[in-house]
Nanobody, 116 residues
């Protein structure tokens, strides 16, 4: 059974930083692309970032380019999202995701609040 558990969220001031983690289990982590999505209050899910199996390929939505960095440690089965220069509009619940066996899996999410 695929499990994804996010952590690392919290309250930060604008311009601050957070590093989110996603602990993965139940599948061969190194064999799959991983993704971060978020949901802001009152809004739908928004794709944030993606990373390839070997971490050589990374992609970001325009609003976070230059500020966020996605990474992975395949030895630890963990996905990360380093978030710098945070803005109030980054406030959201952040989820990690993976597609395994033609099914979309996601974790419970971790809350990120950016406020002064």
């Amino acid at each position: 059974q695929v499990q994804l558990v996010e952590s690392g969220g919290g309250l930060v001031q604008p311009g601050g930083s957070l590093r989110l983690s996603c602990a993965a289990s139940g599948f061969t982590f190194s064999g799959y692309w991983m993704y971060w999505v978020r949901q802001a209050p009152g809004k739908g899910l928004e794709w944030v970032s993606a990373i390839g199996r070997g971490a050589s390929s990374t992609y970001y939505t325009d609003s976070v380019k230059g500020r966020f960095t996605i990474s992975r440690d395949n030895a630890k089965n963990t996905l990360y999202l380093q978030m710098n220069s945070l803005k109030p509009e980054d406030t959201a619940v952040y989820f990690c995701n993976v597609y395994v066996g033609r099914r979309h899996y996601w974790g419970q999410g971790t809350q990120v609040t950016v406020s002064s």
